[in-house]
């Protein structure tokens, strides 16, 4: 996804009313939040999960009243703060004595960081209301008792905003339930919406009752691998978690290929599963021969990296980078995590300054090439290491081989970072305090690069989600004042990007799962639900990152991929109306229905106009986006030849000019990847028959 001018070029990738770089994000769950309220207190839960931590706010009013949660729960009269909230945060914080380090910051310079407690209290602690230091086999105050010091085991961690969800979804299965019907049941009637009735809103309750949270053999998520749960297809349940991706869906871009008219735009029939198999059998990557370094640009790719790529990934620590690259320095860049690290971020720096790929001639080397090349011989020694740098590793080695789009081989080392983040998480003090932060920033890369790869491609689920609901969300490194950052520790982005994946994941799981059917009647309400957690994801953005609805052109990069990210979400939450419409034209005759297409094609308008525009985001999202610019352009080519549908697009010359764009776009992208070649192949296919058609009944001249 793109801005008009590329990141190469544009040196704005932040909005101009962040924070400064001397303004760190410190802790404070009051005013950052990434939980959506509900329409009302009592109705149900809201549609995002509450982080265990959250981030202060600067002094920008932008970020003050105005956070994640505050401005909407001030319009539904909600607060930002409750005992379950102060609950979840005493699990995840560590003793006292880590607090703060005094020589960090001068004694009038208050910072509002929240009390840190023990882990897990003993029993005796809890009953006492006393501080427990969590040792064992006995705590302090035991010891000093002579008591028995037993510690509860944790279960399922739920904080107010866990809770609210469950019940939002509570009433969304309530709806499903109520309005599936049999095959039997559906004879003469217009075809309906494909729905999963063993998805888990439908075949397992959304409320935990007291026994399911009580810590059991079978209940101990947060410190066992899941049997059913590694590299495997197995439809084992999620419990009640559906804001993860499903095992088998129809969300995929070829899979408007079987609609009516759509698919007679093609020639031969293509297989959703046409894509993974071109990319299974395309040549291996070809690495650079060089064996030595150029080294005199450092400086300004990692101050690229900082200001251009972290924003997206936000998994290197600023505060740390030096002491990291003096590491690498001393070794020649020739072993060791750190020397990995310092090349990758090299790589993806240069990369970032020599703008979108799709621009680099065919026969010139990409940006940051030799970077990347030098630290590819330094991964085979991390595979075998099972700590949180060789992980970090891994997600930058993936995060480049996006870039280059291989999305195989950034699958392959995701998978070897799943299997390597669920050996850590899986037992107690496997992640040290000091890598507790950068652990959660892997994971929630992982699990967001897995989401994506997933919505496109019928790959093996690695099992990660299974720890979703009990790693903490980010809350900011902690500052070093031995040496200057290179930049900013920015978080608003990666936040907002969590909490979106898994709204695009719960759409997945309620809407495209493959299953039992219901009729458009029952859809609406689900439909609308989603629709409204949407709104409140964006009203919960801060004021500076919020984007426009409107079809000016974005000169900023963060705001563009979430614009961009946003109208493809609203876009599939709608499309099964397309369906209908195209299935039966006597559907749109239903005001309902006519309203929901609308919202869908005037999405899809919004992400198709301004093509060159999705070159802000083509460093980490060309492949993912190109995919889903195919998806709505094939929607909005079948709106086009009904009649019904097309009443609802722009008119018919604005119409073809932004398809006639997109198809020249995506033709770009054809060398890059073959699964874009034949993404290209198909949409330059389906226009020209579409013109002619629409020229056979006298649409078109």
Not at 125 to 153: H, I, M, Q, W
Not at 623 to 640: E, Y
């Amino acid at each position: 996804m793109s801005s008009t001018a590329s990141p190469g070029t544009t040196s704005n990738a932040f909005p101009k009313d962040l924070p400064p770089p001397s303004t760190k994000p410190t802790i404070n769950r009051r005013k950052f939040s990434i939980a959506i309220p509900p329409r009302n207190p009592g109705s149900g839960p809201s549609s995002l999960k509450t982080p265990t931590h959250a981030l202060k706010s600067p002094d920008d009013s932008a970020y003050n009243s105005d956070g994640i949660l505050s401005n909407a729960g001030r319009r539904r009269g909600l607060s930002t703060s409750s005992d379950g909230a102060d609950i979840a945060m005493s699990d995840r914080m560590e003793n006292d004595s880590d607090i703060a380090n005094p020589r960090k910051r001068g004694a009038n310079d208050t910072v509002d960081y929240p009390r840190r407690r023990a882990t897990i209290a003993c029993e005796i602690c809890r009953g006492r209301k006393s501080r427990c230091d969590g040792a064992k086999p006995r705590c302090r105050l035991c010891t000093e008792l002579n008591a028995d010091c037993v510690y509860r085991e944790p279960g399922i961690k739920l904080d107010a905003g866990d809770k609210l969800i469950l019940e939002r979804l509570n009433r969304i299965e309530g709806l499903l339930q109520t309005s599936l019907v049999s095959p039997a049941d559906l004879v003469g009637q217009t075809k309906g919406i494909t729905l999963n009735a063993h998805s888990p809103t439908m075949s397992n309750g959304t409320s935990l009752s007291k026994e399911e949270l009580r810590p059991s053999e079978s209940n101990e998520r947060a410190y066992s691998i899941p049997i059913a749960g590694l590299g495997t297809w197995m439809n084992a349940s999620l419990g009640t978690n559906i804001s993860t991706m499903p095992k088998v869906h129809t969300t995929p871009a070829l899979h408007l290929l079987q609609w009516p008219m759509i698919r007679d735009l093609v020639s031969r029939p293509y297989d959703p599963q046409h894509l993974l198999q071109l990319e299974l059998s395309r040549e291996p990557l070809q690495l650079g021969n060089s064996l030595s370094l150029d080294l005199a640009n450092t400086g300004a790719y990692v101050q690229a990296f900082f200001e251009r790529v972290n924003v997206w990934y936000a998994c290197v620590n600023p505060f740390t980078w030096q002491r990291y690259y003096r590491v690498a320095l001393s070794n020649g860049f020739r072993e060791g995590g750190e020397s990995c690290i310092t090349l990758l971020v090299l790589a993806l720096g240069a990369a970032s300054l020599g703008g979108s790929i799709s621009n680099v001639p065919r026969d010139k080397e990409a940006p940051g090439m030799p970077y990347f090349s030098a630290a590819w011989c330094l991964i085979p020694s991390l595979m075998t290491r099972n700590n949180t740098l060789s992980a970090q590793c891994l997600i930058l080695a993936s995060a480049y081989l996006f870039y280059l789009v291989r999305p195989l081989e950034a699958w392959t080392l995701l998978s070897s970072t799943s299997m390597k983040l669920q050996l850590l998480l899986s037992g107690n003090h496997r992640i040290p305090n000091h890598n507790k932060e950068l652990s959660e920033r892997v994971y929630w890369n992982a699990l967001l690069f897995e989401s994506d790869l997933l919505a496109e491609l019928d790959l093996p689920h690695s099992g990660i989600v299974q720890f979703e609901e009990t790693v903490g969300l980010p809350c900011g490194f902690e500052e070093e004042d031995d040496e200057p950052a290179p930049g900013r520790d920015e978080l608003w982005y990666f936040l907002a990007e969590i909490a979106l994946r898994r709204l695009l994941n719960r759409v997945s799981h309620v809407i495209y799962s493959k299953g039992a059917t219901t009729t458009l009647a029952a859809l609406q309400p689900i439909a609308e639900e989603l629709d409204f957690q949407l709104t409140q994801w964006y009203e919960g953005l801060p004021l500076a990152l919020q984007f426009p609805y409107s079809k000016v052109p974005l000169t900023n990069a963060v705001q563009t991929v979430l614009r961009l990210r946003y109208f493809a979400c609203r876009t599939i939450i709608f499309r099964p109306y397309i369906l209908a419409v195209l299935e039966n034209e006597t559907a749109i005759l239903d005001p309902a229905v006519r309203d929901c297409c609308h919202k869908c094609l005037e999405a899809s308008v919004r992400q198709l106009e301004h093509i060159t525009a999705h070159q802000a985001g083509h460093l980490p999202y060309l492949w993912q986006g190109a995919l889903s610019i195919v998806s709505q352009t094939l929607l909005v080519m079948g709106a086009t030849m009904s009649p019904s549908l097309a009443s609802l697009l722009p008119p018919a010359e604005q119409m073809d000019s932004i398809i006639d764009d997109v198809v020249l776009e995506i033709e770009r992208y054809a060398h890059l990847a073959p699964s874009l070649r034949l993404s290209s192949e198909i949409v330059r296919e389906a226009d020209e028959r579409r013109m002619m058609v629409l020229r056979s009944q006298g649409l078109r001249i």
